[in-house]
């Protein structure tokens, strides 16, 4: 029996992995035109140019470059080149594509890639995100075999939120990294999917997404990338009311990562926000504690000052709330974390309700509402809602928490963070 499985085994045709060709097109009507409408100007021009020399030779057959520009193409892009103020950064990408121009059947699509990249690298810097695209998608389609440069066109698709251009380029990483054996393009591009779903609120295709990453990581021994599948699984068994599974990914997450790792601190605050949802208040107040040297942007102290208040809150620390309180109350005036108030806000409201403070709840909770709504944050004020309808009719105005039964396990983990966290230098951010 064992022999024949080897044999049908051995004879099955591999699989031929296909996926639609990515789309390289957003709502631009004329190919490239977002790089004249971002940079402008005489260099805006040759960059447009430039890139559509770029697609024209990659998307033509091998065979057939040889005829595509005109004899002196290379040598009138150069004299342009000359003669525009062409920034230093780009003038070596700008040249190799002229070289491209005058020898396009002698040129290597690694050496069309590279000027690309160097384009993209510069239009990033200087906060040019279309042109940035756009190239690292030319990089893409000259160099077609290399799965890192098809990732890094969904990243950036991604963060200009052109979704589904994103989700194209992912599968096709998938595909080409498949092909070529690239594992580590191959789990990331799976994780970055996973996290598409994620924001979508389909959990079950998330899951599975992260479970391809984990499976691939696994096999190849790549930990750090085990880390990220783990902790994102985590993320996933949290929200869909998972709680010991989450627990044990948040485990194996922090074995995967190792106690030095630069993502632990964001683990770490993930877990123990985790833990104070389900009344666990102080082995989550231990690791907020531990957290407060690896601060490294405002927006991240404020997050983790109102957690940290409603945290000793519940262990009925009413001095170390208050102080908690009055700092949350300083950063909430910076015009650049206004996004985040609303919330940090409603965690000081859950905390002052615990301790009975009902003013100081009521006036955390009217301001977090008002300021939900004004940024359309939908689940912050809901829970806003609640929480001063409770306080408002009477009630016990306790946030809802199904408090877990303490593990030995769970103690272990905070204990694990505590001591990682210490050794670890400061000012890794969460």
């Given at each position: 029996?064992k ?18 060709p ?5 709502a631009?009507?004329?190919e490239?035109?977002?790089i004249l409408?971002e940079?402008?100007g ?5 960059l447009?140019q ?16 040889g005829?595509?520009?005109?004899p ?15 920034p ?8 190799a ?9 002698g040129t290597?699509g690694?050496?069309?890639a ?12 200087q906060?040019?995100m ?6 690292t998608?030319a990089?893409?389609?000259a160099?077609?075999?290399n799965?890192r ?5 969904g990243?950036?698709?991604r ?7 994103a989700e194209?380029?992912?599968?096709h ?6 092909q ?7 789990s ?9 779903f994620?924001?979508r609120g ?5 899951h ?5 990453a ?6 190849k021994?790549m930990?750090?990338i ?6 994102d ?12 599974q ?9 074995r ?5 790792h630069?993502?632990l601190p ?8 985790f833990?104070m949802?389900?009344g666990?208040f102080?082995?989550?107040m231990?690791v907020?504690?531990?957290l407060?040297a690896?601060?490294?942007?405002p927006r991240e102290?404020l ?7 409603r945290?000793a809150?519940?262990?009925s ?6 102080r908690a309180?009055?700092q ?7 015009s650049e974390?206004?996004t985040?108030v609303p919330?940090?806000l409603?965690?000081l ?8 403070e009902?003013d100081?709840?009521?006036q ?9 709504q004004?940024?359309g944050q939908g689940?912050?004020?809901f829970?806003?809602?609640?929480l001063l ?12 928490v ?20 210490g ?8």
């Amino acid at each position: 029996m064992k022999t024949s499985r080897n044999k049908a085994a051995a004879l099955r045709v591999p699989r031929r992995w296909r996926t639609p060709p990515p789309l390289t097109r957003g709502a631009e009507s004329l190919e490239g035109m977002e790089i004249l409408r971002e940079v402008g100007g005489e260099v805006g021009v040759l960059l447009w140019q430039a890139y559509r020399n770029v697609m024209f030779w990659s998307t033509t057959d091998e065979g057939e470059r040889g005829h595509l520009f005109s004899p002196r193409a290379g040598e009138r892009r150069r004299a342009e080149l000359d003669d525009a103020r062409v920034p230093a950064e780009l003038a070596g990408a700008l040249d190799a594509v002229a070289a491209m121009l005058a020898a396009p059947d002698g040129t290597g699509g690694s050496d069309v890639a590279d000027a690309c990249t160097a384009i993209a690298r510069w239009a990033e810097e200087q906060g040019h995100m279309n042109t940035a695209l756009a190239y690292t998608q030319a990089a893409s389609v000259a160099s077609p075999r290399n799965a890192r440069l098809a990732l890094a066109v969904g990243q950036l698709a991604r963060r200009r939120a052109e979704l589904a251009r994103a989700e194209t380029w992912f599968r096709h990483t998938i595909m080409v990294a498949r092909q070529i054996g690239d594992w580590e393009a191959y789990s990331r591009a799976y994780i970055a999917l996973g996290n598409m779903f994620v924001a979508r609120g389909n959990f079950p295709g998330a899951h599975r997404m992260h479970i391809k990453a984990l499976r691939a990581a696994r096999r190849k021994g790549m930990p750090q990338i085990q880390g990220m599948a783990l902790h994102d699984l985590f993320v996933i068994a949290d929200e869909t009311g998972r709680d010991e599974q989450a627990e044990e990914y948040a485990r194996q997450a922090f074995r995967a990562y190792g106690p030095t790792h630069p993502s632990l601190p964001s683990l770490a605050h993930d877990v123990a926000y985790f833990w104070m949802q389900r009344g666990h208040f102080q082995r989550a107040m231990e690791v907020f504690h531990a957290l407060e040297a690896h601060l490294s942007t405002p927006r991240e102290r404020l997050v983790l000052i109102s957690n940290l208040a409603r945290a000793a809150a519940g262990v009925s620390n009413r001095d170390l709330f208050r102080r908690a309180w009055t700092q949350v109350y300083r950063l909430s005036k910076e015009s650049e974390l206004q996004t985040v108030v609303p919330n940090a806000l409603l965690e000081l409201a859950f905390g002052a309700a615990s301790l009975s403070e009902w003013d100081r709840a009521e006036q955390a909770g009217q301001e977090s509402l008002e300021l939900a709504q004004k940024f359309g944050q939908g689940k912050t004020r809901f829970r806003a809602e609640a929480l001063l309808d409770s306080i408002r009719s009477g009630r016990a105005a306790q946030e809802r928490v199904t408090v877990g039964r303490a593990s030995p396990k769970g103690d272990a983990l905070a204990t694990d963070f505590v001591r990682s966290l210490g050794g670890m230098p400061a000012g890794a951010g969460v």
